[in-house]
């Protein structure tokens, strides 16, 4: 069955960066497009970068313009999808999770209904 594997969260301070890692198994990476959604305690999971119509078709949320980039890798047999965060602020501070949509789905945006897997999230924190 496909899986999503989440690596690179952690703690950092503000103004600081992180790299996040996604590698996806058993998934057909032409057939689906990658995002990063984040979620903390007590709000609905948002989208924050993400791959829509194609590989040149990117959404950034609002909040994360300027100092996040998706970025993946379909090279090999698996695909990883990145998400390198810079200039990290107290706000950033969440479960992020990489997340898989069929291509025809994902022209719509970074819905999370529309998600079809979704993997288990790597903690992210940002102190002040």
């Known amino acids: 069955q496909v899986q999503l594997a989440e690596s690179g969260g952690g703690s950092v301070q503000a103004g600081g960066s992180l790299k996040l890692s996604c590698t996806a198994s058993?998934?057909?990476?032409?057939?689906?497009?990658m995002a990063w959604f984040r979620q903390t305690s007590g709000k609905e999971r948002e989208g924050v970068a993400g791959?829509?119509?194609?590989?040149?078709?990117?959404?950034?949320a609002d909040s994360v313009k300027g100092r996040f980039t998706i970025s993946q890798d379909k090279s090999k047999s698996k695909c990883i999808l990145y998400l390198q965060m810079n200039s990290l602020k107290p706000e950033d501070s969440a479960t992020y999770f990489c997340?898989?949509?069929?291509?025809?789905?994902?022209?719509?945006?970074?819905?999370?209904?529309?998600?079809?897997?979704w993997g288990h999230g790597t903690q992210v924190t940002v102190s002040s």
């Open positions: 058993r998934l057909p990476c032409n057939s689906y497009r």
């Open positions: 997340a898989a949509r069929v291509f025809v789905r994902a022209a719509a945006g970074m819905v999370e209904d529309l998600v079809d897997y």
């Open positions: 791959f829509l119509r194609d590989d040149d078709d990117i959404m950034y």
